[in-house]
């Protein structure tokens, strides 16, 4: 059965703290992971990675993916009190568009 | 920004009850979804949409469900004779292609079924 697995499930770190977030998964026709940011309602799209080793950069967030490995790590970077929420690791197929989500990691940075 | 948009925000209903369940998406996208998350898990893939038919359905889009695009701006979401067991969180979501995965998610239906 294909499955996403984060860890951990929870965090809580102080402001200006690093953190790293994992996600490992086992699916059949892999096509790309994504990332999400979960706060209170909609997923937003943070990355999608399709190809291993490359990194992807938006200001403090960044991530990578090792195909061979089968997982994928979010780094954030200087961690602020509004990066606290639940962020998603969803992996896509090569055929059709349907996602499956871990059970996603709660972050919660302290002031 | 283009953003996909889901009404009513929250919806209570009856055991029993018909719900539809509204999303506009993204107006150049092409495949659109629901999911669904029931408090405490994971999101859960029911539905993918694309010119006007399913292209794919997970087990828990049974017969109670079906999806519609009634006309150019709409996707929609029937549940035919709710379940309790049928409150969750429900997305809509939207993307350009097929099987790039980055979609798009609209903010969310809560039901909750009573």
């Known amino acids: 059965e294909d499955k996403v697995v984060q860890s951990p499930l929870s965090l809580v770190v102080h402001e200006g703290d690093t953190v790293t977030l994992n996600c490992s998964y086992e699916?059949?026709?892999?096509?790309?992971l994504l990332w999400y940011k979960q706060e209170k309602k909609a997923p937003t799209f943070l990355f999608m990675l399709?190809?291993?080793?490359i990194e992807k950069k938006s200001g403090r967030l960044s991530s990578i993916l090792d195909k061979k490995e089968l997982f994928s790590i979010l780094n954030i970077t200087a961690t602020q009190t509004g990066d606290s929420a639940v962020y998603l690791c969803?992996?896509?197929?090569?055929?059709?568009?349907?996602?499956?989500f871990g059970q996603g990691t709660e972050l919660s940075v302290k002031p | 920004e283009p953003e996909v948009t889901q009404t009513p925000s929250h919806q209570v209903t009856q055991m029993g009850q018909e719900v539809i369940l509204r999303c506009v998406p993204i107006?150049?996208?092409?495949?659109f979804y629901w999911y669904r998350q029931i408090l405490g898990q994971k999101v859960e893939f029911l539905v993918s949409?694309?010119?006007?038919?399913?292209?794919?359905k997970s087990e828990i889009f049974d017969d109670q469900f079906s999806v519609e695009r009634p006309d150019g701006s709409n996707f929609t979401l029937k549940i035919r004779s709710t379940k309790l067991e049928d409150s969750a969180m429900y997305f809509c979501?939207?993307?350009?292609?097929?099987?790039?995965?980055?979609?798009?998610f609209g903010q969310g239906t809560r039901l909750t079924v009573v």
């Open positions: 969803a992996v896509g197929y090569n055929q059709g568009g349907k996602l499956i």
């Open positions: 107006s150049n996208h092409l495949y």
């Open positions: 949409f694309y010119n006007n038919e399913i292209s794919e």
């Open positions: 699916v059949t026709n892999f096509r790309s």
């Open positions: 399709t190809s291993s080793g």
């Open positions: 979501a939207s993307s350009e292609q097929l099987g790039r995965g980055e979609a798009f």
